[in-house]
């Protein structure tokens, strides 16, 4: 089974920085994509930052420029790293994983708290 744990959440003020650890118990070798997604109350999750296994990133419009996904395969471990955070940043991050064999796996989530 896949465990996918995140960390790096906290309180921060705006315009200060985080970065997000995600690390996954199957070798990251074998995962096609690893993708951050976010939560805020009342609102959907949303997909913000994904990294290919080739090391293609993507990013939804609202965070480019801001947050930056890498991925350490040595260390099984994918980066979020938010600089400039904003208020509207708020939210439970989520990292998940998936697989070559179409599977998908999901972390519990680390919470991102913005104070104006």
């Known amino acids: 089974q896949v465990r996918v744990v995140e960390s790096g959440g906290g309180l921060v003020q705006a315009g200060g920085s985080l970065r997000l650890s995600c690390a996954a118990s199957?070798?990251?070798?074998?995962?096609?994509?690893m993708d951050w997604y976010r939560q805020a109350p009342g609102n959907k999750r949303e997909l913000v930052a994904r990294i290919t296994s080739g090391g293609s990133t993507n990013y939804a419009d609202s965070v480019k420029g801001r947050f930056t996904i890498s991925r350490d395969n040595a260390k099984h471990t994918v980066y979020l790293q938010i600089d400039s955070l904003k208020p509207e940043d708020t939210a439970v991050y989520y990292c998940?994983?998936?697989?070559?064999?179409?599977?998908?796996?999901w972390g519990r989530g680390t919470q991102v708290t913005v104070s104006s």
């Open positions: 998940a994983v998936g697989t070559g064999l179409g599977s998908y796996y």
């Open positions: 199957v070798s990251i070798v074998s995962i096609n994509v």
